[in-house]
C-alpha cells in the first residue's frame, strides 16, 4: 500500500526538477552614490524547480549566496555583507509558487513571486522576458528593489547615504527536457 501511494504522489504532483535544467546564470546589482555607480555580480544561482506531470505548473525557488556577489572591490564586498546582515541571512531567495507556464504570456509576462531579503519577505512582480528555441531557454528581467522595504540601513560615504534602489538584471539559460512539442 505505501508503495502504490508514493507512486501515486509522485504520478499526480509530478516530480519533473529534471524538466528544466538551468546551465548559466548571471545576477547583476548596480547600486548608485552621487559620487559613483558600481556593479556587484554573481553566477552562483541556486534553483528547484518542481512542477506538475505534464510541465505546465511550476514552481521555482533561486537562491543566491551573498558572498559570491562580487563588486571587483573587496572592501566594498565586505561591507555589502555587513549592511545586508549577510552573517544572520546568507542568501537572497526568491520563491514563484504554481506558475502557469502556458498562461505567462497572459499575465504581460509579469511574474509575481516572494523576496526574501534580511529575513523580511515581500511581494513583488518583475517583468519577465523569455524565449523558448529548440528546447533551449533563455530568461531577462530587470528590476529594482528598495532597501528601505527590507529595512537594510544604507552605507555612506562622505556622510552622503547610497541610493535606496538597487537594480537588478537577471540572464538565465537552460534546457528543457522531455518537452512537449
Not at 504522489?9 to 547583476?28: H, K, W
Not at 514563484?96 to 507556464?101: K, R, T
Not at 517583468?127 to 529594482?144: C, M, Q, R, T, V
Not at 532597501?147 to 537577471?170: A, D, G, T, W
Amino acid at each position: 500500500m505505501k508503495i502504490f501511494f508514493i507512486y501515486f504522489i509522485l504520478y499526480y504532483f509530478g516530480f519533473s526538477s529534471d524538466y528544466i535544467v538551468i546551465n548559466n546564470s548571471t545576477i547583476q546589482f548596480t547600486g548608485s552614490h552621487v559620487f559613483h555607480d558600481w556593479i556587484g555580480v554573481s553566477s552562483k544561482l541556486e534553483s528547484k524547480v518542481s512542477c506538475n506531470e505534464k510541465n505546465t505548473n511550476c514552481s521555482f525557488k533561486f537562491s543566491i549566496p551573498w558572498e559570491s556577489f562580487n563588486s571587483g572591490n573587496d572592501n566594498r564586498d565586505n561591507n555589502m555583507l555587513y549592511y545586508v546582515n549577510a552573517f544572520d541571512y546568507p542568501n537572497i531567495i526568491m520563491k514563484f509558487e504554481n506558475i502557469d507556464l502556458k498562461k505567462l504570456n497572459e499575465n504581460g509576462n509579469l511574474i509575481t513571486g516572494i523576496l526574501n531579503i534580511n529575513g523580511i519577505n515581500e511581494s513583488l512582480s518583475i517583468p519577465l522576458e523569455y524565449k523558448i528555441n529548440n528546447k533551449k531557454f533563455k530568461i531577462y528581467s530587470s528590476f529594482n528593489i528598495s532597501l528601505e522595504k527590507f529595512n537594510i540601513e544604507r552605507p555612506s560615504l562622505l556622510l552622503i547615504p547610497i541610493e535606496n534602489l538597487i537594480f537588478i538584471n537577471v540572464n538565465i539559460t537552460g534546457n528543457l527536457k522531455n518537452a512537449e512539442s
